[in-house]
């Protein structure tokens, strides 16, 4: 017995040194770490049993994600059981819990550095990929340090380096940023620019080096190796919806995200073997977005392009082994179920035909001026082409047109519960839940991730495959302020999305 134990011991220390050498020896390592914002587990039953049913797979058919599922994520923020998005990003990126609200700052108030932080001094090439504005809650927890989700002026600021120490080249940490959001970087004086001062951050991120794009043509004319840092921003808030996206206006997240790898492959490529890699993190943000509006078509678009993306990630990894990826959930939004009583059955092909976002039809619906006409172009438009109802009722066309009148969002939700009820969906709420998200990792390292995950402990683990250290991040950061000047004053015509 005792010799069977002094094998096993030697063993572990064989295999202890091994790991060592070969984590110190064995070339770039890559972190791709995904973020499916508001996307629980039934938001990936509802998008397999659609794939399913409409391309005719088998019923055993399962996704990109289904096969690389490794367990749960616990969502909880310090405050409450149901977090939002930027306490949430926070115990990725700090493996700590934030309160609801807090950007890249610990429960007690203070800034935490972050894993793409501690990556950057540490020699790794950085990026951060999104389909919201790049100063929204998700990627500005991985790069900025704020009290407030809110205060974008101030994390706009941070994420191009103004007032942030935390890197040699004085710009800050990230490499290349890829998303919308453009009107946070622009002054109060221009005219796409919604800012409350007058910096211009387009400018100081050129005078900093950036190559900086805002469109289509610009992207497609970028070449797969140009140098970084680049900061591309493709719409002035959010991007588009992939159900409404204008291919030839905005990219989508697959084809951000197979440039943004291209990139920063080729930006660590050209260094000593034993250099450290790159990390990136990219985020499906809107599937968030449509839960929020209890919109399951549109849900369920963003959801088939995080697939996609999903993919490019694999194949990329197949290229590059030494990649690890991770993909998970900040938290599960609107309540999502799939059946509603009496029956036992929900009908993915009602999604089908529809054709736009909530959003951008009560933006439509918003422009009409009076009863008469909101309620003909419900029945004679809505309807039967953006929605493909073509047996639509009187109650289904005066539910959407009243709730016209209790404002925008009323009217979002209208629209994606006369989708719901049909499709046998159900939505608890138009704001997140405290249920668990799904855990998916496939690639270098993907053994060590199984089981039933806190927020926090995901956070811990990216930083120990990249081998960096938090906390003396965080020591760098102890002057930092993360208040934003007259930020009561301003936030009260702020603010759409908690
Ligand atoms: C919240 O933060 C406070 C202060 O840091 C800490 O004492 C408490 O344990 C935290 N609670 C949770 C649930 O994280
Ligand atoms: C994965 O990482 C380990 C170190 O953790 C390394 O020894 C191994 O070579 C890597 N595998 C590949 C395929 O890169
Ligand atoms: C913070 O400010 C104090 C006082 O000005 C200074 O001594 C210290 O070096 C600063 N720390 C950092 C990390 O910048
Ligand atoms: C950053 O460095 C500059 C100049 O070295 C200094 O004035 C500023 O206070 C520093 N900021 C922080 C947050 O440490
Ligand atoms: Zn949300």
Known sequence: ????????????????????????????????????????????????????????????????????LV?????RSNDTLVTDSAAGATAFSCA??????????????????????????????????????????????????????NMEDLIAQQMV??????????????????????????????????????????????????????????????????????????????????????????PSLSEMTAKALSLLRSASANVPADHPGFMVMIEGARIDMAGHDNDPA?????????????????????????????????????????????????????????????EVICKELHRMTSRAQLDRHIAGVVMPQYLGITDGSAAEVSTVSEAIQSGFKACKRAVGHVVSARARIGWTTSGHTGADVGLYAYGNGSEAMRGSMDNTQVGGFLASY???DLDSATKELTNLSTFQKDFEKKRRHKHEHP
């Open 466 to 468: 990249l081998g960096v």
């Open 1 to 68: 017995m005792a010799h069977k134990w002094n094998i096993f011991a030697i063993l572990l220390c064989a295999l202890a040194v091994n790991g060592q050498t070969s984590a110190k020896t064995s070339g770039p390592r890559n972190l791709i770490f995904m973020i499916s914002d508001g996307f629980g587990v039934a938001s990936e039953a509802l998008a397999r049993s659609y794939t399913q049913q409409t391309t005719g797979y088998p019923s055993n058919w399962g996704s990109a994600l289904d096969s690389i």
């Open 298 to 358: 549109t849900h369920l678009h963003d959801i088939l392009e995080y697939w996609k993306t999903i993919n490019v990630v694999r194949n990329f990894i197949s290229l590059n082994p030494s990649t690890l990826l991770v993909s998970t959930s900040d938290h599960e939004t609107g309540g999502l179920t799939l059946g509603i009583e009496p029956e036992y059955a929900w009908y993915p092909s009602v999604l089908k035909p529809v054709q736009r976002s909530a």
């Open 161 to 250: 380096g103004i007032g942030l120490n935390s890197s040699a080249n004085g710009r800050g940490s990230v490499d290349l940023m890829f998303g919308g959001g453009q009107c946070y970087f622009l002054p109060k004086s221009n005219k796409a620019g919604c800012r409350s001062d007058d910096v211009d951050l387009w400018q100081t991120a050129q005078s900093q080096g950036f190559t900086t794009l805002n469109n289509r043509q610009q992207f497609d004319s970028l070449a797969f190796d140009a140098p970084l840092p680049v900061l591309a921003l493709f719409a002035p808030s959010h991007m588009a919806y992939e159900i409404d996206r204008n291919p030839a206006e905005q």
């Open 71 to 75: 367990g749960l994520t616990r969502t």
């Open 96 to 149: 700590q819990k934030s309160f609801n609200g807090g950007i890249g700052i610990s429960a007690d108030g203070r800034p935490c550095g972050t894993v793409l932080e501690a990556a950057k001094r540490k020699g790794y090439v950085t990026g951060l990929v999104t389909t919201a504005r790049i100063s929204h809650a998700t990627p500005a927890a991985f790069a900025a340090h704020a009290a407030d989700r």
